[in-house]
């Protein structure tokens, strides 16, 4: 059985894989998950200034009650909801090193029905 460091390690590893490639800009934000075992969070964020320009999490958002999958495509939705009310169209996808399965997959897919392309 793995160990919580290798699985750290391993994660780590896979996230700057990813992070090589891709990057956020104030036009086309990098949306960012993080999931923790009991809340998961997404920021859209501009790499070039450096700035969260967006945030939402099962935490803050008062309708995002149910099972955890039910908690992601909540906060999918609201983040799609204040995107476009900022005016952001696209963005790029940042699983932060995870498994595009499960909460992950309900929170992007969420995002995708409420009007964000990615």
Same mark, same amino acid.
């Given at each position: 059985?793995?160990?919580? +460091? ?10 700057? /894989? ?7 800009? +104030? ?6 998950? !993080?999931?923790? +075992?009991?809340?998961? !969070?997404?920021? &859209?964020?501009?790499? +070039?200034?450096?700035?969260?320009? &967006? ?8 309708? *995002? ?11 999918? $939705? $609201?983040?799609?909801?204040? $995107? ?14 995870? &498994? !595009?399965?499960? /909460?992950?997959?309900? &929170?992007?897919? *969420? ?8």
């Amino acid at each position: 059985m793995a160990t919580k +460091n290798k699985k750290q390690f391993r994660r780590n590893r896979i996230k700057m /894989r990813l992070r090589k490639s891709i990057i956020g800009s +104030n036009e086309r934000p990098r949306m960012s998950v !993080y999931r923790s +075992n009991k809340q998961i !969070y997404v920021q &859209l964020i501009d790499d +070039n200034a450096g700035t969260t320009m &967006l945030s939402a999490s099962s935490s803050v958002e008062s309708d *995002a009650k149910g099972n955890k999958i039910e908690q992601a495509k909540k906060v999918g $939705a $609201a983040i799609a909801e204040k $995107a476009k009310s900022a005016g952001i169209e696209t963005v790029v996808f940042d699983r932060n090193g995870y &498994l !595009y399965h499960g /909460r992950v997959k309900a &929170l992007a897919e *969420a995002a995708r029905e409420g009007g964000l392309k990615f």
